[in-house]
């Protein structure tokens, strides 16, 4: 209800502005999602760091003592490490995958905005 009525009055607002303040609130929305697109950009960025971390951190694990040599698999003891990391690494993929969507809709939305 009170997201209806701001938004009813944010249209009311915008429908009795002249022109000239309409080209202002659209330039406003330009830097707000040029900003939010850089926002998730980073964030896309440090998955990709946290991604290549536990990646790395799975393979220093196989050159350790706590690997069985012979089967190249962890060891018990190990087990609960390979489990972290990949569970890092697939939670940072689907987390990465999301930034990167919104990152998309935000400057998809600069370009409709920079359009009209």
């Known amino acids: 209800m009170v997201v209806l009525l701001f938004f009813g009055i944010l249209v009311s607002i915008l429908w009795a502005m002249p022109a000239s303040a309409h080209k202002e609130v659209e330039k406003?929305?330009?830097?707000?999602?040029?900003?939010m697109a850089k926002k998730y950009e980073r964030?896309?960025?440090q998955q990709e760091k946290e991604i290549e971390k536990h990646k790395d951190f799975l393979e220093e694990y196989r050159?350790?003592?706590?690997i069985?040599?012979?089967?190249?698999?962890f060891k018990e003891n190990a087990e609960?490490?390979?489990r972290h990391c990949e569970t890092i690494i697939s939670l940072s993929q689907q987390l990465k995958a999301e930034y990167e969507k919104f990152a998309e809709w935000h400057q998809?939305?600069?370009v409709e905005l920079k359009s009209h």
């Not at 406003?28 to 900003?35: A, G, M, T």
């Not at 050159?63 to 706590?66: D, E, H, L, R």
Request: glycine share 4%.
């Open 43 to 45: 964030r896309i960025d």
């Open 68 to 73: 069985d040599k012979e089967s190249q698999g």
């Open 63 to 66: 050159k350790q003592s706590f």
């Open 108 to 110: 998809a939305r600069v």
């Open 28 to 35: 406003l929305e330009v830097v707000y999602h040029q900003r």
């Open 80 to 82: 609960q490490m390979q």
